[in-house]
Structures are given as structure tokens and as C-alpha cells.
């Protein structure tokens, strides 16, 4: 019986990524702004992040709020909404390296984008992550710190056992961490654990807690401003 031949390979598909830029009043230096690059939670959005971050005072930076690429249906019910997320996640240590590398690369595909169109500075960049983006953001910091001078992790765990050899090269790079002590969808534990190992190989890690739980607090802005300004000066 002859059977048919079995190919497999991929197709590339392109995903639209929204994101909403803010850029200083006056004219842009002439590198450009530099600028931090902000990742929701799952099932959030860029425009959801940029109202919790509000800023009571215009800035000295450019902030890209980015929304991820892949749809993602959030609730149950008539509270159901479609949402956005990075990567998908089983709970495979192998699978959910190879979607933060797949995410990496969009994350960094989006900003060359963003660059070539806007007057912000690709090489003064700090990333902040919440949730599910902050899991992105500290692998892609902490990796590409030729790319991003400084990381801010709220809400989340950071994965020092997948970074290798780039864990062992990050003395000396600016990592502030925000979590809630009352935390039930991340706990706080794995992440102070993670700090110390962090602190351990070099790398300049703070980890404030405060006294709620994932959400981002209202007085979670100051504490950003001071670190990105601290950062991006430096």
C-alpha cells in the first residue's frame, strides 16, 4: 500500500501587537528619549497598565506600554473578556523555555519597530513586567543586558535556573522587585528566595514588599520613577 509522503514545517504569521507610546512634551534629545518598556499581566493589556501607572507629572523618559500578541479569554460568564498574553504555559519546564524565547524575540522584534518609527532611545531602556510579563521581562533583562539597563519585576517570580551563563555574567545590573506580601497567585516566598540568589551572584537586586496582594497598587508608580530615573541617568 503506498503511502503519502509527511512533511512538517512552519509558516511565519504575522500578530498585530498594540502598544500605546508616551513621549515627553518638547523635542526629543538627539538619540531619541530613553524609554521604559512596560508588559501586563496575562489577559491585560498595554492601555490597562498605562492607567495603572498613571503619572501625576509629565516625565524625563518616553514609556512604551506593549500588549502582547496572542488573544486570551479572561472570566467566566457575562465578566468574560478577551484580554492579550506573551506565552502560553503548561507547567513544562522545556515548553515554557521555548515560549520565553519565542516571546523574547517578538519583545525585541516590537521595539526595533517601535524605534524605526519614534524618536525613543533603543540603547537607555529599562523593562518592567507584571504578572506574566514580568516572568518576560526579567528573562529578557536579565539575558539582553547589552539592550536593557535595568529591569523592575512586580508580582512575579524570577527564573534564575533558566538564565545560565547569563546569571553567572550579571554583577552590578539594577534589578528593583515589587511584591505583596498577601500575594495568592504568585507567593512571595520563591521570589525572595530568588532575590537572594540574585544578590548572590552580584547583581544589584532590591525586593520591596508591601502589604497587599497581585494587583498593582497605587503606590507602585514612585517607587518606579525613582528607580527608572536612578537607572536610565546613570
Same mark, same amino acid.
Given at each position: 500500500? #503506498?503511502?503519502?509522503?509527511?512533511?512538517? @514545517?512552519?509558516?511565519?504569521?504575522?500578530?498585530?501587537?498594540?502598544?500605546?507610546?508616551?513621549?515627553?512634551? +518638547? $523635542?526629543?534629545?538627539? %538619540?531619541?528619549?530613553?524609554?521604559?518598556?512596560?508588559?501586563?499581566?496575562? *489577559? +491585560? !493589556?498595554?492601555?490597562?497598565?498605562?492607567?495603572?501607572?498613571? $503619572?501625576?507629572?509629565?516625565?524625563?523618559?518616553?514609556?512604551?506600554?506593549? !500588549?502582547?500578541?496572542?488573544?486570551?479569554?479572561? %472570566?467566566?460568564?457575562?465578566?468574560?473578556?478577551?484580554?492579550?498574553?506573551?506565552?502560553?504555559?503548561? +507547567?513544562?519546564?522545556?515548553?515554557?523555555?521555548?515560549?520565553?524565547?519565542?516571546?523574547? !524575540? &517578538?519583545?525585541?522584534? &516590537?521595539?526595533?519597530? =517601535? +524605534?524605526?518609527?519614534?524618536?525613543?532611545?533603543?540603547?537607555?531602556?529599562?523593562?518592567? %513586567?507584571?504578572?506574566?510579563?514580568?516572568?518576560?521581562?526579567?528573562?529578557?533583562?536579565?539575558?539582553?543586558? #547589552?539592550?536593557?539597563?535595568?529591569?523592575?519585576?512586580? $508580582? &512575579?517570580?524570577?527564573?534564575?535556573?533558566? /538564565?545560565?551563563?547569563?546569571?553567572?555574567?550579571?554583577?552590578?545590573?539594577?534589578?528593583?522587585?515589587?511584591?505583596?506580601?498577601?500575594?495568592?497567585? =504568585?507567593?512571595?516566598?520563591?521570589?525572595?528566595?530568588?532575590?537572594?540568589?540574585?544578590?548572590?551572584?552580584?547583581? @544589584?537586586?532590591?525586593?520591596?514588599?508591601? *502589604? *497587599? %496582594?497581585?494587583?498593582?497598587?497605587?503606590?507602585?508608580?514612585? /517607587?518606579?520613577?525613582?528607580?527608572?530615573?536612578?537607572?536610565?541617568?546613570?
Amino acid at each position: 500500500m #503506498n503511502t503519502p509522503d509527511s512533511i512538517q @514545517e512552519t509558516c511565519a504569521c504575522r500578530l498585530e501587537t498594540p502598544f500605546r507610546l508616551e513621549l515627553p512634551p +518638547g $523635542s526629543a534629545p538627539a %538619540g531619541g528619549h530613553p524609554l521604559l518598556v512596560a508588559l501586563h499581566f496575562r *489577559g +491585560g !493589556s498595554g492601555e490597562r497598565l498605562a492607567r495603572k501607572l498613571q $503619572s501625576p507629572e509629565p516625565l524625563p523618559y518616553a514609556r512604551l506600554f506593549l !500588549s502582547g500578541p496572542i488573544p486570551a479569554v479572561i %472570566g467566566e460568564g457575562e465578566a468574560r473578556r478577551v484580554g492579550y498574553s506573551w506565552y502560553s504555559y503548561t +507547567g513544562d519546564r522545556a515548553a515554557l523555555l521555548e515560549e520565553l524565547v519565542r516571546a523574547e !524575540s &517578538c519583545l525585541l522584534d &516590537c521595539l526595533e519597530q =517601535v +524605534g524605526g518609527r519614534h524618536p525613543v532611545d533603543l540603547d537607555r531602556m529599562v523593562v518592567l %513586567g507584571h504578572s506574566q510579563g514580568g516572568y518576560l521581562a526579567s528573562f529578557a533583562a536579565l539575558r539582553r543586558r #547589552n539592550r536593557f539597563r535595568g529591569l523592575v519585576a512586580v $508580582s &512575579c517570580r524570577i527564573k534564575h535556573e533558566v /538564565l545560565g551563563e547569563a546569571l553567572e555574567a550579571a554583577a552590578g545590573f539594577p534589578v528593583l522587585g515589587i511584591h505583596g506580601e498577601r500575594d495568592r497567585s =504568585v507567593l512571595p516566598g520563591p521570589q525572595k528566595e530568588a532575590f537572594e540568589i540574585l544578590c548572590d551572584h552580584g547583581v @544589584e537586586a532590591v525586593l520591596h514588599l508591601h *502589604g *497587599g %496582594g497581585h494587583a498593582v497598587r497605587p503606590g507602585t508608580w514612585p /517607587l518606579v520613577d525613582a528607580f527608572v530615573r536612578r537607572v536610565l541617568q546613570e
